[in-house]
């Protein structure tokens, strides 16, 4: 890729692909003509697996404030307390890391954030899961931008550790089953409760999904802009959301 092919593309997508080219690594980001925010999307737009996509998940280290990404197979999910145990050694959790966390720290905005070529040093993982394949596709800058490279490339660029931080699907699906029986008993009745309790069972960790509405509380089953807005809702709404959050949970128990 020529400089002056590089002028034509976004300033991220740019950045990403110097990296690439002072690399010597023989693939350039490609744009495409929609948006592929979530692995999904890009599995469909590139005509390839879901698995092999190496999409970027961001974590806030509460203790410094530094970016921890971890980039794992499209058909997999981060399991947090892995995260943790490799990424903070001093005993403290990782937090929810929000669109301005994630352009800030990694100077690209959720949905095309690069494994490559950041704005401020991040902590980096790689998921084993991406070891099956021998061809995989990252995020290249832009919601539009990708690139094409090998998992051992990707250690390569990276210089990135490669460790098991994939959900067990197992005690996923056990531990959901716990969470749904434990918010069920705080559900109100018309008989027993003339206000509606708070959901919370003190598990707060948010699901990863693509989307504030689509990411769901793991101890409540609620947004966070639900969980913000639940001290100041009235009775009734809060009786809604609760008719919203046990739907929510019949959904995910089927």
């Known amino acids: 890729m020529c400089g002056a092919?590089?002028?034509t593309l976004p300033e991220g997508v740019q950045r990403v692909a110097a990296v690439l080219?002072?690399?010597?690594?023989?693939?350039?980001?490609?744009?495409?003509?929609?948006?592929?925010?979530?692995?999904?999307?890009?599995?469909?737009?590139?005509?390839?697996?879901?698995?092999?996509?190496?999409?970027?998940?961001?974590?806030?280290?509460?203790?410094?404030?530094?970016?921890?990404?971890?980039?794992?197979?499209?058909?997999?999910?981060?399991?947090?307390?892995?995260?943790?145990?490799?990424a903070c050694p001093d005993g403290r959790r990782l937090g929810r890391a929000d669109a301005e966390f994630v352009k800030s720290r990694t100077g690209f905005s959720i949905g095309g954030v690069s494994p490559l070529a950041h704005a401020t040093p991040t902590v980096m993982l790689i998921d084993q899961s991406l070891l099956r394949f021998d061809e995989i596709w990252a995020a290249a800058g832009h919601p539009h931008a990708m690139f094409q490279l090998s998992p051992q490339q990707l250690q390569?660029?990276?210089?990135?550790?490669?460790?098991?931080?994939?959900?067990?699907?197992?005690?996923?699906?056990?531990?959901?089953?716990?969470?749904?029986?434990?918010?069920?008993?705080?559900?109100p009745t018309p008989a027993t409760q003339a206000d509606a309790l708070s959901p919370c069972?003190?598990?707060?960790?948010?699901?990863?999904?693509?989307?504030?509405?689509?990411?769901?509380?793991?101890?409540?089953f609620r947004t966070a802009g639900e969980i913000s807005a639940w001290s100041r809702a009235s009775d009734a709404d809060k009786r809604s959301l609760w008719k919203t959050i046990e739907q929510r949970m019949d959904a995910l128990a089927a």
């Open 5 to 7: 092919e590089l002028k």
């Open 201 to 220: 069972i003190s598990i707060c960790r948010m699901s990863e999904a693509s989307g504030a509405d689509a990411s769901l509380c793991k101890g409540c």
């Open 156 to 187: 390569g660029l990276t210089g990135a550790p490669v460790a098991d931080l994939a959900v067990n699907a197992e005690e996923d699906k056990l531990a959901l089953q716990c969470a749904i029986e434990q918010v069920r008993l705080r559900a």
């Open 21 to 86: 080219q002072a690399s010597g690594h023989p693939h350039a980001p490609v744009m495409h003509d929609d948006a592929a925010r979530t692995a999904q999307q890009a599995a469909d737009a590139l005509g390839v697996a879901l698995g092999q996509i190496a999409k970027s998940i961001v974590f806030r280290r509460k203790s410094d404030e530094v970016a921890v990404l971890v980039i794992i197979s499209g058909d997999q999910r981060v399991d947090e307390k892995k995260v943790e145990a490799l």
